[in-house]
């Protein structure tokens, strides 16, 4: 008989051993997770550009002359500041310079002719009126006193004539000064010059319509900027005027600046191979913030449509498609998949209205193998727990 029980209990350790191999063996292993808590916080509604926009400034004018010529003087180099009305580039004018001259002269001899026949006009026209006089004493014959008035009177005709001619000398002296100005090219305000194409010498010629060609003077207004940005056409419709806007730039990482809305263009744009877009412009909140930006740099738009402020939240990472998320219960290690409800949402935080609580720890790390419902999982940062193992 005690040899019967020693065999039984023999085969019952070598069965407990079996299955404790066993199961040691095909043990699971706790998945390392990610975890972030439940809390309270402001979540933002928020619309971005699809592609980079661009620094822009208010006042750009690429110039050119308004007529085609040699080049015979320039005023100004890249880089420079200059005044509004300052001559940036100026065309061989001498000829129209010369017509000016011509016009001046010949204004001034008419203007002296006008005078001469003004002055014989007041002496036709006393003389005229004395022999009125004359005649009314019985002195002067009617046929005397009548040719004297009509003289007088075609002399004072020959004076207005002689002014209008005058003023049509003056009118002349305009009209060459206009050719003139239009081989100088002025700074039509404040700015900075961009860039020059031409030198001394060299001809230029206005840009043939429909014809784009370089600017002789590209001239930048940079003491106002704005972003101009492409919105994705679904998007657009949210978007109002004064909305509150923060900016970034690619060549100011880290840093954003606050700004507004201040216009949502009134058409789509359709480029081929691109998405439908909108171009929304902000303006800087902070001019003087913006003080060493450069026309040209790339820029983004993150425009706040709505905000809610002290709300649940959690990142928005974490939630998966249905709005469903991994809770660690820190109890047994053990992974729960919970519905939940949201409200607002953007690329970092989402709104939680139902089915979390503050405090509760969620995987965001949910694409990693082997997360999902029933898992033990351990907190990637704690050392202790990748020792453990479940059954």
Not at 114 to 121: K, N, P, R, S, V
Not at 142 to 155: E, L, W
Not at 163 to 181: F, M, Q, T
Not at 252 to 261: A, E, I, Y
């Amino acid at each position: 008989m005690g040899k019967k029980l020693r065999r039984i209990f023999i085969a019952v350790l070598v069965v407990v051993v079996a299955v404790g191999l066993v199961r040691y063996f095909t043990r699971k292993k706790p998945v390392p997770v990610v975890l972030e808590k439940v809390e309270y916080g402001r979540v933002e509604s928020i619309v971005s550009n699809t592609r980079a926009g661009t620094v822009k400034a208010c006042r750009r004018a690429r110039l050119a002359p308004a007529t085609g010529g040699q080049i015979a003087r320039l005023a100004v180099s890249e880089g420079d500041k200059v005044k509004a009305g300052k001559v940036l580039m100026e065309l061989w004018n001498e000829d129209l310079s010369a017509q000016v001259k011509l016009a001046k002269s010949e204004a001034a001899a008419a203007m002296a002719k006008a005078e001469e026949a003004c002055l014989l006009a007041e002496v036709a026209e006393r003389e005229a009126e004395r022999l009125v006089e004359l005649l009314s004493k019985g002195i002067a014959a009617d046929d005397s006193v009548d040719r004297s008035v009509t003289n007088a009177k075609a002399q004072k005709a020959s004076c207005r004539a002689a002014r209008e001619g005058a003023k049509v000398s003056a009118a002349r002296i305009d009209v060459a000064e206009a050719a003139l100005e239009r081989t100088i090219l002025r700074a039509p305000f404040d700015g900075s010059v961009a860039e020059v194409n031409g030198e001394v010498g060299e001809f230029v010629t206005p840009s043939p319509p429909g014809i784009p060609t370089p600017p002789a003077v590209d001239l930048i207004d940079t003491s106002c900027l704005f972003i101009s940005a492409p919105i994705d056409e679904v998007d657009a419709l949210s978007i109002k005027a004064g909305m509150q806007v923060r900016i970034s730039l690619d060549a100011l990482p880290g840093k954003q600046f606050q700004g507004k809305v201040t216009r949502i263009a009134p058409y789509v744009l359709e480029i081929e191979k691109q998405a439908r877009t909108v171009d929304v412009e902000a303006a800087f909140k902070n001019p003087e913030e913006y003080e060493n930006l450069i026309p040209g740099y790339s820029a983004d738009l993150e425009i706040i449509l709505e905000v809610h402020g002290n709300v649940l939240r959690l990142p928005t990472e974490a939630v998966l498609e249905g709005n469903r998320v991994f809770v660690y219960q820190s109890a047994d290690s053990l992974l729960e998949e919970r519905s939940i409800k949201t409200g607002l949402s953007n690329w970092k935080f989402t709104e939680v209205t139902s089915g979390l609580t503050a405090g509760e720890q969620i995987v965001v790390s949910v694409e990693r193998e082997g997360v999902e419902a029933g898992s033990y999982a351990h907190p990637e940062d704690s050392p202790v727990a990748v020792a453990k193992t479940y059954d």
